[in-house]
């Protein structure tokens, strides 16, 4: 990926991997630019290898990128990293746990 593939700007992650900017939204790709995350974020940061997280008017959601899916949509202050299939989250001042599902527990 390249700013002549049409992006306004391109931070490369890994030797797989490179977010990407156009018109001031964020997405993962490929190098070959295959699509991981969609261009729609305002902001993309690293989970682990598996899940990036994704924010949108400053609130955070959880994307696996194996699926290609939404797993906690960006309505939280804080989502820690995963461990052992947990995440450690924080919405509306109150800190709790999800599964690598998207489900609270």
Do not use: C
């Amino acid at each position: 990926a390249s700013t002549e593939d049409g992006y306004d700007g391109i931070r490369e992650l890994d030797q797989f991997m490179v977010v990407v900017q156009r018109n001031g939204k964020h997405g993962l790709i490929t190098r070959d630019g295959d699509i991981l995350i969609p261009l729609r974020w305002d902001g993309i940061g690293k989970g682990n290898s598996d899940f990036f997280l994704v924010m949108k008017t400053k609130k955070w959601g959880l994307y696996n990128i194996k699926k290609r899916k939404l797993i906690l949509p960006p309505k939280y202050e804080f989502i820690g990293r995963p461990k052992e299939g947990m995440i450690r989250i924080k919405a509306n001042g109150k800190w709790g746990f999800a599964n690598t599902k998207g489900e609270i527990v």
